[in-house]
């Protein structure tokens, strides 16, 4: 009987079980996976089984992150009776098969396996080495399976870490000698193949506790394995005043919980994670877990189990490590600058007053050191020059920004403005409210531009409210009327109705708010996919984008000159019209800002706006009509959203709204109503 390849789905639970088992009976080997992770690996798309007589033969078991162009191989599991047969390959290759498009496989396996010879008859190569977090420290040999994309990806980036804080109840799982209950799913975040991905980290109050340990054996054990987790020291009068908020808001929301050295603990748990500048928490304590609504809106810190992390690390690591998409389409990238590197970057960056030269090195040198776990990021353009270099971390929900500096470069001005978005970017997915530069010497032209952005002075250093509304005057208001409150400011009256233009500054000022019951009118633009991803590199392409193009917030896009009721300012929602997958393919995949539309002759268009456009002359010449002109829409500001609303879902949308609706409403730009653009914006960012 032939051996079928199958893709499990989430509903399958027959072959998911059987998956399990198989897994199983070789954990020693393959480290431990709780059950929910086949789930949850079948729900993304990444277990595929060997099926022959009904049994699960083998399996593999995958990861396709979201931030990264490669495949994360969990599990290759084959049963031991069944090998020889080259069900191992048959796997690997309907992988690659299934994705063409990623650059390639990464795995990761103990070396005193000696399962080097397997990884090399399947085609991966040996890349790097790590050592383990496991108790014996093991080292793991990374391997790699290229699939064979043009040779400017043959430098892949390794993935970025996600920092997690343990409290003592995990750490003693992992470390303790006594045996505990439920200590796998702790254990759990130590597997292999959890090594590149997690990095976890203890606070003061962890030590503390290890302190108070009765039995002497037990504490020097447990203090003696401190080492091989990262040590935060957040600063004490910090953590002092943010257990203070913490504590007052858990009085107002959980009035039933006793205030006793157990909560207090809890709090200071939360505090120095928030203090540290992490964003997650890990706990399996009852107690600290009822704490994960306040710790969240005090403190901007995602209290969760040890299998939540497991489960979803790739969606913890977005919220927690930021590398700027929107340049990725292009030769720009960005790394985190490399301790020692300081004073190379000096030459690069315009220094004033007293921060000059090596006070700017030692400034830059200071954010490695301190007890909040900065993040410094630097770009380089297409030769490897320094064009910008930013710092940032979250401080409960301020995003503060302490470096903020560009490069003289033909792009200043432009990639200054994309940096500002880019932080509004960021912490909107970060959760952050607002966003406080404090480098006391921005560079010039981001100062400039940060006025157009809603930026302004607040005790000498720039601020930017980040109020994340869709919906109506009165409710965009309330929230940011409350942030503007905590800075001692005015907010800006918003009432029902008001005029488009003034609704568009204020969805600029206060982004990503959206004013529905504004004068702003929305609008659905078809758009095939060559064009999207010319665009918005959705679909991402292999090969880079323009620069120019790639880094720019305002773009064009042209259709025939016909009126279908446009006007500006207004919103747009883009809906790629076709593609190969036929239905499932089609789907709204962002929205944008329209600042002007223009009728005119293609060459006249093709003059005005070549900068912004992705279309060659002849091109614009085939988006004229019979009357020989064509139209542009010069967009902004444009929002991927996380999750496309599909065709599917935007018919039920509809339906649920009671609005009319047809097919033929996509065939060209259309109107809609501000209520289901509202629907559909939510949808996109819907994280379940």
Known sequence: MAIKLLSVAPAQN?????????????????????????????????????????????????????????????????????????????????????????????????????????????GFVPHGEVRGRGRDGEILDGWWLDLGHPHLFTEVESDALLVVAVDHGVFADLRGLACTT????????????????????????????IRDIADTAERQHQRAALPGLRQLTPAPEAVTERTTELLSATKKSLPDLPDDGGLRRCAHYVAETSCAGLRVLATRNPLLSRLADVAWEVARVRVVSPATVTLHVDELRQAQVYRPADLMGTDFRSTEVSPGTEDELVAFFDQTGEDTGSAFAERLRSLAADTVVWRRELLRDGEGHPVALYAWALDGRTLVVPVLRTADHPLEETLARQLLFLLKRLGRDCGAE?????????????????????????????????????????????????????????????????????????????????????????????????WSTELFNVPAMLLPRSDVLGISREHVYYRSSGHRGESVPARLLWYVSEGPAGVESQMIVGSSRLDEVLIDTPDALFSKFEHLGVYGRAEVQEAADTSGHAMALRFSDTEIFPKPVALRRLTSLTGELGLPWSSNSLISLSKISNELFQAVYKEGYRKT
């Open 14 to 122: 027959e072959l998911i079980d059987k998956a399990i088992m198989l897994g199983n009976r070789y954990t020693k080997t393959l480290g431990l996976l709780k059950p929910p992770a086949y789930t949850k690996a079948a729900e993304d798309g990444g277990l595929l089984v060997a099926v022959e007589a009904d049994q699960v033969i083998g399996y593999a078991l995958f990861g396709l992150p979201k931030r990264s162009a490669h495949i994360r191989l969990a599990h290759l599991c084959v049963a031991e009776e069944q090998r020889g047969r080259s069900i191992a390959r048959q796997l690997v290759e309907e992988i690659k098969k299934r994705y063409p498009q990623r650059l390639g496989i990464k795995a990761k396996c103990r070396r005193d396996y000696e399962l080097s010879d397997m990884w090399t008859s399947l």
């Open 182 to 209: 439920d200590v796998e799913e702790s254990r759990a975040l130590e597997a292999g193949w959890m090594t590149d991905l997690v990095e976890l980290a203890y606070t003061p109050q962890l030590v503390h506790e």
């Open 434 to 530: 607002i966003i406080r530069i404090t480098d006391p010497h921005p560079s010039a032209v981001a100062k400039a531009a940060g006025g157009d952005d809603g930026f302004f002075e607040h005790d000498g250093r720039l601020v930017a409210l980040l109020v994340n509304v869709c919906g109506t005057a009165a409710e965009v208001e309330a929230v940011a009327g409350g942030l503007a409150r905590e800075l001692t400011v005015e907010a800006a009256a918003l009432h029902e109705g008001m005029p488009a233009e003034v609704a568009a500054v204020v969805e600029r000022a206060w982004w990503p708010a959206k004013v529905i019951d504004s004068g702003l009118t929305s609008f659905m633009v078809p758009i095939k996919p060559r």
